[in-house]
């Protein structure tokens, strides 16, 4: 079974906060990792991918990546209240073709 | 970027009728499109793995009967929900995948809330 495992939380934090999610994951196959946003009721939305082990960066945005121990993860930095959502850890398991598998989510909330 | 344009967003409809959801990519060819159900508070789990002109691939504990899934062009995939029951409410979201990896590999739609009454 292919799994991808994240703290539902919540998780809160003060405005202008750093906000760390967590994600492992079980099926050392996995080639992509992403991290999507989800709003109640809306479709998630891609906030960042990563590929290769380490850290990448988009603005208040860091991903990390350690395949060694199968653990990505998401930094906010300057958390804002317009952050808070729903953050989906998904992974591209290989073997079961090219879809991906979600984790059940953490939820972030930030207040002001 | 790519865009997917899923419809309805909304359905409400009796037990026991059928609903067609549709999942349009809009600037891009997707050779595969994927479909997935969210509960309440749950995360999206995959239900099928359609690829264009093919037979559906479905997740175990997926019946195929009742949900019916067609990709038959590079641009449209449906999903009928057959003699839908009210434990089929849910939220529906299609995913679509393009000819290449990166950020843009995979492309949601809006999802389409199912309610069955």
């Known amino acids: 079974q292919k799994e991808v495992e994240q703290n539902s939380g919540p998780l809160s934090v003060p405005e202008g906060a750093i906000a760390s999610l967590n994600c492992t994951y079980s099926d050392r196959g996995s080639q992509s990792f992403f991290w999507y946003r989800q709003y109640s009721g809306k479709s998630p939305e891609l906030i960042m991918s990563?590929?290769?082990?380490g850290d990448k960066e988009d603005g208040r945005f860091t991903a990390q990546l350690n395949k060694a121990s199968q653990y990505v993860s998401l930094l906010i930095r300057d958390s804002q209240p317009s952050d808070s959502a729903t953050y989906l850890c998904a992974v591209n398991v290989w073997q079961a073709g090219t879809a991906l598998i979600f984790g059940k989510g953490t939820t972030l909330s930030v207040s002001s | 970027g790519a865009v997917v344009s899923q419809h309805p967003s909304r359905v409400i409809c009796k037990s026991g009728t059928s609903v067609k959801i549709e999942c349009r990519s809009l600037?891009?060819?997707?050779?595969?499109m994927f479909w997935y159900r969210q509960f309440p508070k749950q995360s999206l789990m995959l239900m099928a793995t359609?690829?264009?002109?093919?037979?559906?691939?479905?997740e175990q504990g997926v019946e195929k009967d009742k949900f019916l899934i067609n990709h038959a062009s590079l641009t449209l995939s449906t999903l009928t929900v057959t003699s839908a029951h009210p434990e089929d409410s849910s939220f529906y979201i299609c995913?679509?995948?393009?000819?290449?990896?990166?950020?843009?590999?995979?492309?949601f739609g809006s999802g389409t809330r199912l309610t069955v009454v």
């Open positions: 600037d891009f060819q997707a050779t595969t």
């Open positions: 359609s690829n264009e002109g093919s037979k559906a691939t479905y």
């Open positions: 990563i590929y290769s082990n």
């Open positions: 995913s679509a995948r393009g000819g290449g990896e990166g950020d843009y590999g995979y492309t």
